[in-house]
């Protein structure tokens, strides 16, 4: 593969333009398709075949509504006032005529007790709103605007009135202007690093093009397949990181050669061919491990993973390809500067004859090996404490400032938590008379239980063969209380299906909430275990050896808890929730620790094998293992830091987007990464080479067969180039500082 990557990086660079307009040509038709087809998003994330999902499917067929999407007004009197106190009925009355009369409003329904849309207090109520569409986003703003104009008049009047529900949910900026931070940030790690202002715009715009390709493209699938959202947030946040990423890793290695003499051609091929191969390893890693989210059955969940694959898919072409043509463009240019500060940098950087701080780094870990590993061991674990209190859940976003978010807390505070998360329990059968038998026993035994705040009477479906009870929990949609309400109805209706001949199930938007955090809950264990298998058979191969891939897979699972660890604290328990601009604390959501180990688990082995495998190479060229060790660490450190110090600011950019879901998955990216890349790979697995010594190489008999992989083109780069032609033309050093992935900075 490093031959074709070589010969296809010289290609690009020799023909650049054409490259360079058929990505344009690419990223045009990507556009044009994404505007011409795309379909809105969906907040859908149900899954099939759970028992709340079926009964939901029946109860549509069963209990017909002609309505479109509702929306809820609610008001609240003055003190002293109630609702059927004159001056306030008179408003709520014109209120409910004056929104009726709206163009696009199907119907009203004005409160009253036996509804359950009046408190018991008989202050605050709760008007229906149901338009003539299926969507909010299709309703027409001018009905919106009449709707509110209403609810002014009332306001006027002396109610306090709030519109809420689904209807009138506040639109959410999706991405916003803090996301650009991230950006940059990495521009300005990349001026440092290259001291080269055009060689340091070429990664962020080849990612920036990556990104735009794959979004789009993800857009226009939109018109086949039902997404969210929050796919195209996950698509942009690792495109834009894994990017940068890889083209630094080609840049890196295509300077430190062209400032060693080579011809730029040349080194832009073998750049390619070298760099670019363990960029093609870390895309592929990547991919398979978003790929694998595919093996838990959850659609929305697998789009999730599929797009972010997708997308770092195109990262990677544009990787080895379009970035060897911007290359193209700059030429020699590549080794110096037009900016004097810069130049002057660049003259320093060409000069810099000693042991880099990689080198001193990895020697201070040796030398306290025992002490680094019981200290990064102990205090992983202490973070990843938390995790033993993860509750998951699929909450919403409603702004607590916004109007729904008011009206939201003005129906929990008057009508109590559970009136927003009501149980639905669906009885079935042959006959009118088994059916409504069924479900009035439920309805008695289930208004007995101590999360029980109301249970309504028994509906009928006009079939007969169907009925309907609501049951309103004395806690929220996610609280624990509401959990176990689920499952002791469920486990109770055996007795009344064996006596009645009937089938009762439990359904609701709660109820599907909870059944579906619980599958993620079952899958979660049966993917991490796919992911660390394919972790230790893929090191096994690379590196030949037991005790490295063992040593990566547990340093994985380490960062994984101690990252959950730190979003349980600051998600779920509250911890630097005002720092970071959270406004509601709760359960955490539901897919997030999967996808965290997906796409933790594609970094992470990406940094162990940019890590370990220089440290291979030097122990095969017959170094002792510490010095191998030392010497590999100086060589790859700081390009592997500079990678993660970009991925935390790209991933922590998010952490301050409005969506609650977003902010959660750029901070566990985040905190991940950072554990990972400096307290794992940097720290720890130095100082665990340094305590197995020749042991972290062995390989069993029974193995020998496995094939070399030379990920990252070592035979293609003795081929190519003589070693002195890549040494700084200096005093020597102890280590190379030019080899690999190194900048020349050591």
Known sequence: MSTFLYRLGRFAYRRKWPVIGAWLAVLLVTCGAALGLMKPFSSSTTIPGTEAQRALDVMEKEFPS????????????????????RDAAKTIAGLARDIGRVPGVAAVTAPSVSAGTVTADGRTGIVQVAFDTDKADEIKDSTKQDVEKAVAEARAAGLTVELGGDAFQPAIKVLSAMEAVGVLIALGLLIFIF?????????????????????????????????????????????????????????????????????????????TGTAGGAVVFAGATVVIALSALAIVNIPFLTVMGVGAAATVVVSVLVAITLLPAMLGLLGSGIATSTVPVLRRSVQRKRHQGHPGLGQRWASLTARSRWLVMITCVVGLGIMAAPAADLRLGLGGETDPQSSAGRAQALVDESFGPGYSGTLVVLAQGENHASVMAAATDIATQVKNLPEVSTVSPAVPASSGNAAIINITPTGGPESEGTKNLLSEIRAMRGDIEQRTGTTLN??????????????????????????????????????????????????????????????????????????????QTGPVLSFLPMLLVGILFGLAMDYEVFLVSRMREEYKHGARPTDAMVRGFGHSSQVVTTAAIIMIAIFGSFIFAELQVIKGMGFALAIGVLLDAFVVRMTLVPAVMAALGHKAWWLPRALQWLPEVDIEGERLTQLHTAPHQLEPQLPPQPAAAAAGHSLGME
């Open 66 to 85: 002609g309505d479109g999407v509702t929306g809820q007004i609610v008001f609240r009197t003055p003190d002293g006032q109630k609702v059927t106190t």
């Open 195 to 271: 001291r080269n202002l055009r060689g340091a715009l070429i990664p962020v715009a080849t990612a920036l093009v990556g990104v735009a390709i794959g979004v789009m493209s993800l857009m226009t699938a939109t018109s086949v397949i039902t997404m969210d959202s929050t796919s195209i947030i996950l698509a942009v946040m690792l495109g834009l990181a894994v990017g940068i990423d890889y083209a630094l890793f080609i840049v890196s290695r295509h300077q430190t050669q062209v400032m060693a003499g080579m011809d730029p051609e040349e080194s832009a091929g073998l750049a």
């Open 506 to 583: 439990v359904t609701g938007e709660t109820a599907v909430n909870i059944d579906v955090a619980d599958k993620l809950s079952s899958a979660l264990p049966l993917y991490c275990l796919v992911v660390m298998g394919l972790a230790l058979v893929l090191l096994v191969i690379v590196f030949r050896s037991i005790a490295v891939p063992l040593k990566a897979a547990l340093g994985f699972m380490l960062s994984v808890g101690s990252s959950l660890g730190a979003v349980v604290a600051v998600f779920q328990w509250g911890w630097l929730s005002d720092l970071l601009g959270i406004t």
